[in-house]
């Protein structure tokens, strides 16, 4: 009576152990993917759960195609399920005072990006962005960068942006350490994540936030 009918499994890691109990027993089961974790070709287990799966959902089209190029994996088996947030807490808002005030964004053009800080996860493209910045100033003189995250890359992405002038005494790009993600998005005008391959921009407009889609560079 209390039989599953589908195991669900929100990590690769808990693979092996769905196919392992559901298996035997005809119960069909779904394996969740996040990322990098599927990029390479995987081994032993977890390749055979993978492939074993019923069904797996990925958050986007590039992991989607890295997944299935590297791990033999069918097309069709694949379903994307992208990341949501609360729209309780990421909602259209008119920017928030205090951080413009802070952050020294007033009559500011502002890009941001919202990721983990560390040194295992450079693709993320925040140095690719700060690189830019002194390009993208010369195009647009009033620009500023609020990197949001934690993570122990921080000094090197600092680093780089004085070195280019363009870091916190140059009054162009600030990282900062911040949990409440949704209050700091509200000043900005662009979120960018510059990871190779991909370009991601939501844009902020006079009173709210509306997605622009993705452009692939």
């Known amino acids: 009576r209390d039989r599953p009918r589908r195991f669900i499994g929100t990590h690769l890691f808990v693979a092996p152990l769905m196919r392992l109990v559901g298996q035997p027993l005809g119960i069909p089961y779904t394996v969740i993917t996040h990322g990098k974790e599927v990029w390479q070709p995987l081994a032993g287990k977890r390749l055979e759960a993978l492939q074993a799966a019923d069904a797996i959902w990925t958050v986007s089209r590039y992991s989607q195609q890295r997944l299935c190029e590297a ?7 694949v379903q994307r399920l992208p990341c949501v947030v609360d729209g309780g807490r990421f ?15 007033a ?43 934690r993570g122990d890359d921080q000094p090197r992405l600092a680093q780089l942006a004085q070195e280019l002038g363009v870091g916190r005494s140059g009054g162009v790009c600030r990282l900062c ?15 960018c994540d510059a990871f190779p391959g991909r370009l991601w921009h939501c844009l902020l407009g006079g009173h709210g936030l509306r997605s622009t889609g993705t452009v692939w560079g």
């Not at 791990?71 to 088996?77: C, P, T």
């Not at 493209?125 to 620009?143: C, E, F, N, S, W």
């Not at 350490?177 to 979120?191: E, I, T, Y």
């Open 71 to 77: 791990n033999g994996i069918a097309a069709e088996k």
């Open 177 to 191: 350490f911040r949990s409440r993600v949704g209050r700091s998005l509200s000043p900005c005008q662009r979120l």
């Open 107 to 149: 009559n500011a053009k502002v890009l941001m990006t919202v990721a983990r800080l560390w040194s295992g996860d450079i693709y993320k493209g925040v140095d690719v962005t700060i690189r830019a910045l002194p390009k993208i100033l010369h195009a647009q003189p009033d620009v500023k960068y609020l990197v949001i995250g």
């Open 91 to 105: 909602t259209p808002a008119p920017p928030n005072l205090d951080l413009v005030t802070r952050y020294g964004l």
